[in-house]
């Protein structure tokens, strides 16, 4: 809270109003439950109007996260969607606190450098690390296992929190401090895994962007992601019907029917969402002809490809594909000038 209380406000209504005795702040050991605490992260993004809580470089003014994320939803794999992050996040940040994937074989870390960051209890680090791992765990649709992590800085007097955010945050293996680097370690083959997720199901993930982001994610395990998973594998991507996926994953078509219908949502409204990230994706990272395109989603003419993407996005596709090319250029052309 000390955040809120250099910027003049009064602390003490804040945790009335979120159910949090004040005393819990005097207390060394002093806990909130997580309901409490994803509301009191959720207020301070609000009121602050910054998603880093002062900690960055500049405010991230509130909303910016949902911006990034539809920035990298559409990226082939997740080694991608990490890249456009780090690359987006440190055009707003000038790379303050910067982060970076390291890839050696079948080895992989995500690096995070917080040494120029106005952050001495490594909290806007630590948070980071977090959320960058439920954002990719969403996105591939299922649980990384870290087989370490790795913290720069010693066991000091943040140690009790420390080691509750990361057990009960990452699902780490070993958790080793003044290392030489701060990181994740995990296996590499993550990094080539599809992004199974689309506008929609994102859409779904920012309802409630606290708890989705600082609690265990179960959003692997919904039905949604798993048919997207399972369309993601299918190289044509229109094999898949309601009967053959309620097959793979052992439950009934009525079943299925149901319990998508209790997420929100139906098989058709995946498989067209899918269908159109798929396009959306192969413009922007192939050079795919347009007609090879329209065939691997699905339509055996052009032209009603052509009517599609235009409904999807307001644009033509050769239109959509040379936007991105100029996007990426002027950003690229951007990049030096905030490093």
């Given at each position: ?224 992601t798993q048919i997207r998973r399972l369309l993601g594998q299918d190289e044509q991507g229109l ?5 053959s996926a309620a097959r793979e994953l052992s439950i009934s078509p009525q079943t299925l029917r ?82």
């Amino acid at each position: 809270m000390d955040i809120a209380e250099r910027k003049g406000e009064d602390v003490a209504p804040i945790l009335l109003s979120l159910g949090i005795p004040a005393s819990v702040l005097a207390e060394p050991d002093g806990r909130v439950d997580f309901d409490q605490y994803a509301r009191l992260i959720e207020h301070l993004w609000r009121s602050l109007d910054d998603e880093l809580l002062g900690y960055g470089r500049r405010p991230f003014r509130y909303g910016t996260f949902a911006m990034l994320a539809h920035a990298v939803i559409r990226s082939s794999s997740l080694e991608r969607a990490l890249g456009n992050l780090s690359r987006y996040y440190g055009l707003l940040q000038d790379g303050r606190p910067h982060f970076r994937i390291e890839r050696e074989q079948d080895q992989a870390r995500f690096v995070l450098d917080d040494a120029a960051a106005r952050d001495p209890g490594h909290f806007l680090g630590s948070m980071i690390l977090v959320i960058c791992y439920r954002i990719c765990c969403w996105l591939i649709g299922s649980t990384i296992r870290v087989e370490r992590t790795l913290l720069k800085f010693p066991e000091h007097e943040y140690r009790f929190m420390h080691r509750a955010f990361y057990a009960n945050s990452v699902y780490a293996g070993p958790l080793r401090y003044e290392a030489a680097q701060t990181a994740l370690c995990f296996s590499a083959k993550y990094l080539d895994m599809p992004i199974v997720q689309d506008e929609a199901s994102l859409r779904a993930f920012l309802r409630d962007t606290s708890r989705t982001l600082l609690r265990p994610d179960d959003g692997a395990k919904t039905l949604g992601t798993q048919i997207r998973r399972l369309l993601g594998q299918d190289e044509q991507g229109l094999a898949l019907r309601l009967g053959s996926a309620a097959r793979e994953l052992s439950i009934s078509p009525q079943t299925l029917r149901r319990r998508l219908q209790s997420e929100g949502t139906t098989f058709m409204a995946i498989k067209h969402d899918w269908r159109r990230g798929l396009a959306m994706r192969l413009l922007a990272e192939t050079s795919m002809p347009i007609s090879d395109i329209a065939r691997r989603t699905g339509f055996t003419e052009s032209s009603a490809f052509h009517r599609a993407f235009k409904k999807w996005t307001g644009m033509q596709p050769n239109a959509y594909r040379a936007s991105l090319a100029q996007r990426a250029a002027e950003t690229a052309h951007a990049a030096p000038e905030n490093q």
